[in-house]
T-cell receptor
Framework: KAGVTQTPRYLIKTRGQQVTLSCSPI?????VSWYQQTPGQGLQFLFE???????NKGNFPGRFSGRQFSNSRSEMNVSTLELGDSALYLC?????????????FGPGTRLTVL | GENVEQHPSTLSVQEGDSAVIKCTYS??????FPWYKQELGKGPQLIID?????GEKKDQRIAVTLNKTAKHFSLHITETQPEDSAVYFC????????????FGSGTRLLVRP
């Protein structure tokens, strides 16, 4: 079974631009969660989608948004990029049927904002 | 909200020795505790997990223990090998279906050959 895939793997943007990241979950999984990883703040939850609906949201500004498609693929968008948005963005795939279902992470997208 | 503290931040052991990483959590409603291993340039990999109705779980050289009363859980790696060198994260998640993993700050494990 194929794992979680994320595209692109690396991105370089400048301040003020916007960016869209993509995540394809494990086949059959309906939940996709997004996390931001930085050296200073560690791993922080952004939001989670299940069956095209956002179920949970972390404490990030409205510049961070996402969506999920009917095939469970998810995209995350960051508008008006700031230097502090430089991070590794990870998505995690889960069946989503229960809180204690395992979450499997993709390799991440490394975003650098100049 | 939930807070997870992880210690130590770095750990260096000789190959063949054991390694122990400890985490404490604040929210008594947390009921699922996974451990992840992250190698350089890769995403976190789930290596073992434990649910609140279990006190200990073992998978070959890796074991996790949970003390619900004290609200702490630990990862034990025996017979360490150089390929165990990585950053390890503990996490916790609440009963209320928030699907939000709260992570510890990570432990960088170095296994010296």
């Amino acid at each position: 079974k194929a794992g979680v895939t994320q595209t692109p793997r690396y991105l370089i943007k400048t301040r003020g631009q916007q960016v869209t990241l993509s995540c394809s979950p494990i086949s059959g999984h309906r939940s996709v969660s997004w996390y931001q990883q930085t050296p200073g703040q560690g791993l922080q939850f952004l939001f989670e989608y299940f069956s095209e609906t956002q179920r949970n949201k972390g404490n990030f500004p409205g510049r961070f948004s996402g969506r999920q498609f009917s095939n469970s693929r998810s995209e995350m968008n960051v508008s008006t990029l700031e230097l502090g948005d430089s991070a590794l963005y990870l998505c995690a795939s889960s069946s989503g049927q229960a809180v204690s279902n395992e979450q499997f992470f993709g390799p991440g997208t490394r975003l650098t904002v100049l | 909200g939930e807070n997870v503290e992880q210690h130590p931040s770095t750990l260096s052991v000789q190959e063949g020795d054991s390694a122990v990483i400890k985490c404490t959590y604040s929210d008594s409603a947390s009921n699922y505790f996974p451990w992840y291993k992250q190698e350089l340039g890769k995403g976190p990999q789930l290596i073992i997990d434990i649910r609140s109705n279990v006190g200990e779980k073992k998978d070959q050289r890796i074991a996790v223990t949970l003390n619900k009363t004290a609200k702490h859980f630990s990862l034990h790696i025996t017979e360490t090998q150089p390929e165990d060198s990585a950053v390890y994260f503990c996490a916790a998640i609440r009963e209320d279906s928030s699907y939000k993993l709260i992570f510890g700050s990570g432990t960088r494990l170095l296994v010296r050959p």
